[in-house]
């Protein structure tokens, strides 16, 4: 690649986030509500690029963002991501996705399924009186099931499954644990009007909540609900401009929060090395990646860095993924 071309690509990347920058607001919804941990993005390469896309289909985490889009992925692919964050938290995810069909009179479908698992640790217990009885920890989990058909070339529908729990062991005297379960859906349509252009539409979380019941854990216990919030995500990706340039916007509507806007873009440097960027909370998201064959199978590597608003650093996501 010459010095001239690199360049020229390097200008049509940020003047691309340059137009949208302006119109960013402060991400909000993340957290406040139950479900926190499912709102927080996904994948290194779609938190690089300011969060993901509702548009973003040629990924293994396209059925986290939009479940349409698992019909129109190329190969099978397993990914697992591990998101470093301070205060003590973790989160791990671990999934497998591909496309089947397309031959002859078939109809095109794609199905995926998946384990977000998060926690904190190290939470400070303290007795009524304010004297420390020790240490506490939180698990949350989301279990995924997706399934998507591709109708026509111009249009793909989907829908995701999601049954989540959240864990309190040994909160009691006793050393008895409290847990809530729950289930939820996801919707998704993908509309591919032109070559290039990717428009999606989703609405996440319908129906998830927690329900608690400490009734038979103490004298004065209470059944409590808490209800997810709705997420509607409407985006654009543009792929492959100028052969090496993929560009995304998004806007986010979380329920009971004021609309949000993202956006990012990615750009092949080399051949199977990527640079992206983004916008997300008015601050720069940024990272890279590199694809390579071992055995004949491409590995895909990915690495984001994204600002954490209630951290006194950002998250450093690493995501793997396997292609076949």
Known sequence: MHKTDLKIKLVVVFFLLSMVGEGFSTEVGRGGY?????????GARGMAMGGGSAALIDDGYAGYYNPAGIALLSGHRFTTTLNSMALDRH??????????GGRGRLMKAGFSAGWLCTGVDQIDARDFNGNSTGTLSNWE????????????????????????SNRFPAITDKKESISADGLGFDFGIIVKPLRNVVLGLSVRDLGAKYT????????RGTETVNTFPRVLSGGIVLEKLFGCVTFLCDLKKVEYQPLVYTAGTEMELYKRFFLRAGLRDKKLTFGGGCQFKVFGKITQYDYAFVPDPVAPRGNHVFTWSFIF
Not at 34 to 42: D, E, P, Q, V
């Open 34 to 42: 139950a479900g926190t941990f499912i709102r927080m993005g996904l």
């Open 91 to 100: 989160l791990f995810y671990v999934g497998y996705s591909q496309s089947m």
């Open 141 to 164: 989990n989301c279990f995924f099931f997706s399934f998507a058909l591709n109708i026509s070339p111009l249009f793909s529908l989907g829908f995701t499954s999601k049954l989540v």
């Open 212 to 219: 608690w019941n400490t009734q038979k854990l103490w004298e």
